[in-house]
């Protein structure tokens, strides 16, 4: 994410109508070189310009880079995604540029340092345009960017070359895919049985599709490289701020559920941890759940995440080394009872439904890895590897867990490791140091979303900011003491929020954006899956949310 070559940071000027009028003179200016010849397509050129732009100045203006940073699996000699932004955006919140009108981006590394400060000097801080700060060579680029280039757009209109391979961009995928919901798929087969596990294979090839039509959205416009991007092409600003909010609030509650994920392992370990603080007395879930989330408060404040997005990276590789380890206890030390395990549990099937549907809320962030791609005809290639492989892991792991532990397979398989193992220390010890690092990758979206709204006030940014991540964090906190039961939490969240942002919504917006070109067969197909995301929410919902209350009163 770092590289040998400076950069600097400049402001992006949000009026539309400045960035027309500069667009106009540059056109005027080739319009002198290059004869008349040129002309309809420099108006053209900067009428794609100015209609690319439109997509970008809406709130949130920060939710390319952010979602870069929290899925990217970055190496030393490939910049993925973009830019060495990420990392510089991450520390927006100690920036005074992230405000209402101006956000702070970097130039790529080819390019070179910013004009000369005489001359920059010339313009009021508040008023400067973003292209006067570019240099020359970027200057006529930007203005006669042409369809056919391979390039992907950022925020506010900067080019930015597509450069991630396959395997990158497969990585990206499976470390997106492959989360902290494998650990609760033995739980969903035994809350929906045997069968039930169809509903993993249904949910599959539906989320498959979806992020297909995600790609023919993209396509459609020029400009279009996010999924906010998508839902204001569909439904106007309306749909960009909407489908923003469910994919932030999506990823608020990835970051409750790692707060409970941590207090119920750790407290499997030490059970008999606890503390007195001023006459109350904390148990062992409170407390490593309060000593989580110190723990994780720092890494929010870093102003440089690209360290925790090297460590994250090992994601996948941790995903991969608990299933093994599973494997090994199941089949090399022969733990478990090899329960035959019901068929069909159709009381709480609606509960197995939210826990499948959340294995696959990786949609957010597709629209990114397409835009990223060298070669983006090999995007469905990359969908089919990721949903392949993450699938095979998912239904082994429901297999095994549910096989091994039966109806006492608890929601989350590593608390019914048997913990003399030298396996099960594995497993356990993984799955609790992982989302120390994920926890501000994943909570960074949110507050840098929220740090936009933050007024143009350079002498209080930096407090607002703060006060804002950490109020972000206590509150996951107080969310996960009131809540605490993971397998239920997830199935809320891939009920309530997953099946819209992977089922209903990239089918509806693909309807909107498509609609006088989308065929019979691809409007049914669309209808369908609609309905099913809608009956799936319905019922997932209102099942995980009658479960909790009844566990809270009981």
């Known amino acids: 994410m770092k590289n040998s070559v400076s950069e600097q940071n400049f402001y992006i ?17 080739e319009a002198d070189v ?9 108006a053209d050129d900067n009428r794609q310009q100015s209609k690319t732009g439109s997509y970008n100045t809406s709130w949130p203006q920060s939710y390319r880079q952010s979602i870069d940073l929290y899925s990217s699996v970055p ?20 920036s ?28 009021p801080p508040q008023r400067r345009s973003s292209r006067s700060l570019l240099p ?35 990585l990206n995928g499976l470390n997106v895919l492959c989360g902290v919901g494998i650990l609760s798929t033995p739980y969903a087969a035994k809350e ?34 996010t999924y906010p991007d998508i839902g204001q092409a569909a439904f106007g600003t309306a749909g960009r701020v909407v489908i923003s909010i469910i994919l932030y609030v999506e990823l608020y509650a990835c970051c409750v559920e790692y707060i409970i994920l941590e207090s119920d392992n750790l407290s499997s370990l030490f059970p008999n941890a606890k503390i007195s603080l001023g006459g109350f007395e904390l148990d062992s879930p409170h407390f490593f759940a309060l000593m989580t989330t110190l723990a994780v408060l720092p890494t ?38 090899h329960s035959e395990g019901t068929v069909l549990n159709l009381g709480t099937l609606p509960v197995a439904i939210g826990l499948y549907g959340y294995c696959y809320s990786g949609h957010a962030v597709f629209p990114n890895i397409y835009t990223s791609m060298a070669q983006p005809n090999r995007f469905p290639a990359v969908l089919l590897a990721c949903f392949g492989i993450c699938t095979l892991m998912y239904a082994g792991v429901a297999y095994m867990g549910y096989t091994m532990f039966g109806e006492k397979t608890e929601s989350q398989f590593t608390l019914n490791l048997p913990q003399d193992l030298v396996a099960s220390k ?37 407090m607002y900011a703060i006060c804002i991540r950490t109020a972000l964090v206590i509150s996951t906190l107080l969310v996960a003491l009131s809540v605490p039961f993971f397998g239920l939490v997830m199935s809320l969240i891939g009920s309530l929020l997953t099946m819209l942002v992977t089922l209903i919504l990239p089918c509806a917006c693909f309807l909107s954006i498509l609609r006088g070109k989308a065929t019979r067969f691809q409007i049914a197909v669309c209808i369908i899956i609609i309905a099913v995301g809608v009956v799936s929410s319905v019922f997932g919902t209102r099942s995980s949310l009658s479960r909790i209350i009844e566990n809270l009163s009981s």
């Open 13 to 29: 000027e949000s009026e539309e109508e400045d960035e027309e009028k500069e667009l106009n003179r540059d056109g005027e200016g």
């Open 34 to 42: 290059n004869g008349t010849d040129s002309d309809e397509s420099l």
């Open 75 to 94: 190496s030393p000699n490939l910049t993925f995604l973009g830019t060495p932004t990420l990392s510089r955006l991450s520390s927006s919140y100690l």
């Open 96 to 123: 005074s540029s992230l405000t209402r009108r101006h956000t702070p981006e970097s130039l790529p590394t080819v390019v070179k340092p910013l004009l000369d400060k005489p001359e920059d000097e010339q313009l």
């Open 136 to 170: 020359p060579t970027l200057l006529r680029r930007s203005s006669s960017i042409r369809k056919d280039e391979k390039l992907s757009r950022v925020s506010h209109e900067l080019p930015m070359s597509r450069q991630s391979s396959f395997g990158q961009a497969l």
């Open 192 to 225: 929906g049985g045997w069968l039930g596990l169809s509903i993993l294979l249904i949910f599959a090839v539906l989320s498959f599709y979806t992020g297909i039509l995600l790609r023919d959205c993209l396509d459609s416009e020029p400009g279009l490289g």
């Open 300 to 337: 929010v404040w870093l102003r440089d995440l690209s360290v925790l997005s090297y460590i994250s990276a090992g994601g996948v590789i941790a995903s991969v080394l608990v299933v093994l380890c599973l494997f090994w206890i199941g089949l090399i030390d022969n733990v478990g009872i």
């Open 426 to 462: 594995v497993a356990v010890w993984t799955t609790v140091v992982n989302p120390f690092t994920k926890y501000a990758l994943t909570m960074s979206p949110v507050a840098m979303s929220l740090e936009e709204l933050i007024p143009s006030n350079h002498m209080k940014s930096h």
